[in-house]
C-alpha cells in the first residue's frame, strides 16, 4: 500500500506526487492517459503570472509564491526551461487597464512597446508591461516532475481509468481502477474537470464547472513574439525558438473542420498584428476542459479522517509548483498550511 495515490498525472497532480515522493513518502501516480498531460494541461497556454491576472478567492493567498516556486524548480529539475520574457497586455476599455495596475506591474507607452514588440505593426497608445512573467512547455513540465518523482522512487501507471473510490463506511481505503484497487492512507484527486464524479460517493458536491478553451501551435520565424502579448482578440507566445502558442475563441461545432477553421482565423488576426508573419504556419491545435471551482481553489482534505484530500484549481499552470509543495507538506506534516486555509473544500462545497 502507498501512503499516497495521486489521481491524475496533469500539472497539479505531478507536483503533487514530485513534492511527496522527494520527502522519501511512498506514492502512486494513475492516469488514465498513455503519459503524462494528456487533459487540459496539454492544451494550456502556459502562461505563469505571478502578478497580474485574476486570483478569485485563495488564489490571492498563493499568489505571492508562484515566482519563487518556479524559479526553486528550476534549480531542482534539470528538464525545466521557464521562459522569462515578461508579458504585455492591452484591453480596449482604458478604465478596466488602470484597475490592472499593482506592484510589478508598470504602464508603458508607443516607445517602450515598439522596443519590446518590434515587430507588432500596430502598437496600442498604452500596455501593461509585467516584466516578471514566464511562460512554459506545459508537456515538458509535466514530464519533468513525473520523471522527478519517479526518480524519488514514486510509482507512475499510466492507461489506469480509476473508476471510483473504494469506501469502507466514511473512510476512503484507496481507488478502484482499470488496473486493479490501489490501497492508500490517503486518496489525493488532481484529476481537474474528473473530480466531481469521483466524489459522488460523498455527501458533499464540488462547484468545479468545465470552461472548454482553445489553443493553436504555429511555425513562425524564431523571435518573432518576444514577449507574452495579450491583446484584446489574441494571446501568443513563443514557447520554444520558431514555435508560438496562440489562444483563439472557443467554437461551440467541435468538428475537426471547424475548429481548423477557427484556428486558421486566429492565425491570420496574428498575421494582420505582426509583420514579419507571413510565413507562420498552423502545427496544430489543442482544445481543453479547463476545471473551474467557482470560488477559487479547492485544496485540502475533504473527510474528517483524512483520508481523501482534493487538489483543483484555475491556473493549475501558474500555481501548481506552489500548491504541490504546501499539499506535500500537508501530507507529510499533518500541519496546515495557512496559505491554503481559503482553499478548504468545506468552505466551498454544496
Ligand atoms: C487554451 C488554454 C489556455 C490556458 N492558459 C493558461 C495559462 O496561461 N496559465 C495557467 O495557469 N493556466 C492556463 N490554462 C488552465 C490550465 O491549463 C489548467 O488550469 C491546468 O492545466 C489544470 O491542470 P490539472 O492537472 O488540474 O488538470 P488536467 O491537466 O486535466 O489533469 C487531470 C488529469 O487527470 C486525469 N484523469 C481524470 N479523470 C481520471 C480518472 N477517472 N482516472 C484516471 N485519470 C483521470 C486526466 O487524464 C488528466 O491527465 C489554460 C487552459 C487552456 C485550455
New binding site residues.
Given amino acids: 500500500m502507498s501512503a499516497v495515490v495521486v489521481?491524475?498525472?496533469?500539472?497539479?497532480?505531478a507536483s503533487v506526487a514530485y513534492h511527496v515522493a522527494r520527502q522519501g513518502i511512498p506514492v502512486t501516480l494513475?492516469?488514465?492517459?498513455p503519459s503524462p498531460?494528456?487533459?487540459?494541461?496539454g492544451?494550456?497556454?502556459?502562461?505563469i503570472g505571478g502578478c497580474g491576472g485574476d486570483w478569485p478567492g485563495g488564489a490571492q493567498d498563493l499568489r505571492g509564491s508562484v515566482l519563487a516556486d518556479y524559479r526553486r524548480l528550476e534549480t531542482e529539475l534539470p528538464h525545466v526551461a521557464v521562459r522569462w520574457t515578461g508579458s504585455l497586455t492591452w484591453t480596449n476599455a482604458q478604465t478596466k487597464q488602470n484597475s490592472r495596475l499593482g506592484p510589478g506591474r508598470f504602464r508603458v507607452g508607443g516607445s517602450d512597446i515598439a522596443t519590446l514588440e518590434p515587430n507588432l505593426r500596430c502598437p496600442p497608445e498604452q500596455a501593461i508591461h509585467t516584466p516578471s512573467d514566464g511562460g512554459i512547455d506545459?508537456t515538458a513540465m509535466t514530464n519533468a516532475l513525473v520523471d522527478a518523482a519517479r526518480a524519488h522512487g514514486a510509482t507512475v501507471i499510466h492507461n489506469?481509468?480509476?473508476t471510483s473510490l473504494k469506501m469502507a463506511g466514511e473512510r476512503v481505503e484507496g481507488v478502484l481502477s482499470s488496473t486493479g484497487f490501489h490501497a492508500a492512507a490517503t486518496v489525493v484527486l488532481?484529476?481537474?474537470?474528473?473530480i466531481p464524479k469521483?466524489c459522488e460517493p460523498l455527501p458533499v458536491s464540488l462547484p468545479v464547472a468545465a470552461s472548454p478553451?482553445?489553443?493553436a501551435r504555429l511555425t513562425a520565424p524564431p523571435g518573432l513574439v518576444k514577449t507574452i502579448v495579450a491583446g484584446p482578440d489574441f494571446e501568443v507566445r513563443e514557447v520554444r525558438d520558431g514555435d508560438l502558442l496562440l489562444?483563439f475563441p472557443h467554437v461551440e461545432d467541435q468538428s475537426a473542420t471547424s475548429l481548423e477553421q477557427a484556428a486558421q482565423a486566429a492565425l491570420r488576426r496574428l498575421q494582420t498584428h505582426f509583420r514579419g508573419s507571413d510565413s507562420c504556419r498552423l502545427l496544430g491545435y489543442r482544445t481543453?476542459r479547463?476545471?473551474m471551482p467557482a470560488h477559487g481553489p479547492i485544496i485540502g482534505y475533504a473527510t474528517q479522517d483524512r483520508s481523501l484530500y482534493i487538489a483543483?484549481t484555475?491556473?493549475?499552470?501558474?500555481l501548481a509548483p506552489t500548491a504541490g509543495r504546501l499539499i506535500a507538506d500537508e501530507l507529510v506534516t499533518g500541519q496546515p498550511a495557512p496559505e491554503l486555509r481559503r482553499c478548504r473544500p468545506h468552505r466551498v462545497a454544496s
Avoid at 494513475?30 to 492517459?33: C, F, I, S
Avoid at 492544451?43 to 502562461?47: P, T, V
Fill in positions: 489521481v491524475g498525472a496533469g500539472i497539479m497532480g494513475l492516469d488514465q492517459g498531460a494528456t487533459g487540459v494541461t492544451a494550456s497556454f502556459a502562461w506545459p489506469s481509468v480509476v488532481a484529476a481537474g474537470t474528473g469521483l478553451a482553445c489553443r489562444t481543453g479547463r476545471p483543483v484555475h491556473s493549475a499552470v501558474t
